[in-house]
């Protein structure tokens, strides 16, 4: 076959056929996607330091609007900081028995347009990516609230001597899971629009 047929008998199949993952693409990522769960109970032990940076490596590495990272993390490994965390979190009690915790915030100055909006979906991807590390390391993290409550923000800040200019995110308490916790199933075909809503 003539180069230029050749060549065109292959563009022709690229825009026919579609893509379609290979059987066999390892299936880590997703395996630990599937994995993940909020843990809340922990067996107390402590996190060393190389894990910690591992798993906040992990949320650097994460996308951020224009790559402007716009986003910091407290590592908090004295039980006396976490307790006094603990204290002013209704929602974070499991901080108690965790055995550090990363407190993710956002740094408007620092974010694309100085928006607080980028620095917040920044610092959300850096969350997220860090639970998945967190699950990858055979460890356990939850999600819980500080933003948008302005109390919770106004006692992670105090606690932690976080200036005003940043927006405490969340805290992710992170210890040894003691294995209750479980993931659960959230497939819903009913949210996915194929082609339009
Ligand atoms: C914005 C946000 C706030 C949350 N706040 C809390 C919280 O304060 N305490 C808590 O225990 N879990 C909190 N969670 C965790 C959710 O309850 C949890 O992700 C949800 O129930 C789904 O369970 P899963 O993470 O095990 O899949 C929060 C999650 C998100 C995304």
Redesign the pocket.
């Known amino acids: 076959m003539k180069k230029g047929i050749f060549m065109a008998v292959l563009m022709v199949g690229a825009f026919c056929t579609s893509v379609s993952a290979a059987s066999d693409v390892p299936d880590d990522a997703l395996t630990v996607i599937h994995s993940?769960?909020?843990?809340?109970h922990f067996t107390g032990r402590s996190v060393d330091a190389d894990t910690l940076t591992r798993i906040v490596r992990a949320g650097m590495a994460a996308p951020a609007a224009e790559n402007m990272q716009a986003r910091s993390f407290v590592i908090v490994t004295a039980k006396e900081g976490l307790e006094a965390l603990a204290a002013g979190?209704?929602?974070?009690k499991?901080l108690d028995q965790a055995g550090a915790a990363i407190v993710v915030c956002a740094l408007p100055e620092k974010a694309y347009q100085k928006k607080a909006e980028f620095a917040i979906l920044n610092a959300?991807c850096a969350?997220e990516n860090m639970?998945l590390a967190i699950e990858a390391l055979k460890l356990g993290g939850?999600?819980?609230?500080?933003?948008p409550e302005e109390n919770l923000m106004a006692h992670v800040r105090d606690t932690l001597g976080i200036p005003e200019n940043v927006i405490p995110l969340?805290?992710i308490p992170v210890g040894e899971p003691t294995g209750v916790?479980?993931?659960?199933d959230?497939f819903n075909p009913e949210n996915m629009h194929w082609e339009k809503w």
Do not use: E
């Open positions: 993940r769960k909020s843990v809340r979190l209704p929602y974070a499991m959300t969350s639970l939850v999600w819980t609230a500080v933003y969340n805290v916790d479980r993931p659960k959230k």
